[in-house]
């Protein structure tokens, strides 16, 4: 089957009102901002429930399916930088469960990994495991947490090739490989995509298995949130 | 009185030779410029760095690569890049030895609250739910009272949980305590800080012992 698709467009066929995406990235590092910028551009599209780390900034990434009010539902676990996130989030207008974050990159792998639930010591005593079953492993205490799988993955890779095996570049990497297990189909911007040999099979992070779709984004911004220097 | 600064440089004086540590946003981040001679000791970043360098220079700046706080910054010699996954199994099968946090309250169970205030403030947990869950040393970092002058050191959090029964340590402006058995145990004050002091900005059970010494 052919996995390249010939433009972000064509990426995105198939995504539509109601959906469960999830989205790659932490902050605004390694967020796939060509597939979002193109969700953006289809307002019709609506009441998506996102999961993603963060929920990008007012004026990038998902800060555009925000305040296009395409988004009905996000799971993250850190929200803070967003106004209008944070102004829809306190009057009802956006649903918002917010998740541990390893807990949350553990959903997602579970998710993928064809495993339904885990027990986890994070948020156990909190708001976290109001509702969620508890158990005791040698003394300790554990909340059940289920595994979260998704219509579409989108996620962003430095290299792919034509079969969709992908490698990240440094830390934006993050949510990206295991929300790529995640998706029933999914989708992988890549800044080089290249022909199945010239990736090292022994450097490859995420195997073309897991991915359904890829193409090369042109023009990354990759916006820096913090940018601090020594000099 | 300690500032932000004596209160990193103080809790820099923790650090074990060869420990996986963990550093908060905040007062925790400071910590990394006090590392003391000898000790060796590698930072984790939980977006998914073993080894976290300094800042770059303008020059080298990447934004593929930043830390957990969001901030650009560069590796050192045999660092190790992974995905969220792998970073909080490390993180949960207490691979790293010592998390230093901020809180918006402390009690004297170990309760921590630093993620949520009801109607005001919510911007997420991010992974303090995990890293305070799992550490065996926790290090909370932070000013003994709040903007209003109330105590942050309390016998029980008024403020949604982060985590329960873990905080093991506190270094604050005025004082080091230790908490178990229920109570604050105070351990050494801030230069030019009296007991009395200590006790007054406390609101949880404080327990003293004999001289409270200086901070070392």
Not at chain 1, 90 to 115: D, F, H, M, N
Not at chain 1, 191 to 219: A, C, M, Q, S, W
Not at chain 2, 88 to 98: C, H, N, P, S, Y
Not at chain 2, 146 to 155: F, P, T, V, Y
Request: aromatic content about 6%.
């Amino acid at each position: 089957m052919k996995k390249v698709v010939k433009n972000v467009d064509e990426a995105i066929e198939g995504i539509q009102s109601g959906m469960t995406l999830m989205l790659g990235g932490f902050g605004l590092c390694g967020i796939p901002e060509k597939c979002i910028e193109a969700i953006s551009k289809r307002p019709e599209i609506k009441d998506l429930t996102c999961i993603s780390n963060n929920a990008g900034v007012d004026d990038f990434g998902l800060g555009f399916l925000l305040k296009n009010h395409q988004i009905k539902k996000m799971i993250s676990s850190y929200v803070g930088e967003n106004e209008e996130f944070e102004r829809q989030m306190l009057s009802g207008e956006l649903e918002v469960e917010l998740t541990p974050q390893g807990s949350l990159a553990e959903k997602c792998r579970a998710g993928g990994a064809g495993i339904p639930a885990f027990y986890t010591p994070a948020g156990y005593g909190t708001e976290v495991a109001e509702g969620k079953e508890t158990r005791e492993y040698n003394g300790k205490m554990y909340i059940l947490e289920e595994s979260l799988v998704s219509d579409f993955s989108i996620v962003k890779a430095w290299k792919g090739d034509t079969k969709g095996n992908l490698v990240f570049k440094a830390t934006a990497r993050n949510f990206n490989p295991v929300m790529a297990m995640a998706g029933k189909i999914t989708i992988a911007e890549v800044e080089y995509l290249v022909e199945p040999g010239e990736l090292d099979p022994n450097e490859i992070h995420t195997p073309g298995i897991f991915v359904h779709r890829i193409f090369e984004g042109k023009n990354y911004e990759k916006r820096i949130e913090q940018r601090t220097t020594s000099n | 009185m300690l500032k932000k600064e004596d209160i990193a440089k103080r809790i820099a004086q923790e650090l074990k030779d060869g420990w996986y540590v963990n550093l908060g946003i905040g007062i925790p981040t400071l910590v990394a410029n006090y590392i003391p001679e000898g000790i060796d000791v590698t930072l984790q970043s939980e977006n998914g760095l073993l080894g976290m360098g300094p800042f770059p220079t303008k020059e080298s700046i990447d934004a593929d690569l930043i830390n957990a706080g969001k901030q650009t910054i560069t590796t050192m010699p045999g660092s190790v890049f992974f995905d969220s996954s792998d970073s909080f199994a490390m993180i949960r099968a207490g691979k790293v030895q010592l998390t230093v946090l901020g809180a918006m309250e402390v009690d004297q169970n170990g309760d921590i609250a630093n993620w949520k205030i009801p109607g005001k403030m919510v911007k997420g947990m991010g992974g303090a739910m995990d890293l305070v869950a799992s550490a065996e040393n926790i290090i909370v970092a932070m000013m003994h009272t709040n903007r209003a002058g109330e105590s942050k050191l309390l016998d029980k959090c008024s403020l949604p949980l982060t985590g329960v029964k873990c905080v093991t340590k506190i270094v604050t402006n005025l004082a080091v305590l230790e908490i178990k058995d229920g109570a604050f145990h105070l351990l050494e004050r801030a230069p030019g800080v009296s007991v009395e002091e200590i006790k007054a900005a406390t609101a949880g059970k404080l327990i003293i012992k004999g001289d409270i010494p200086n901070m070392i």
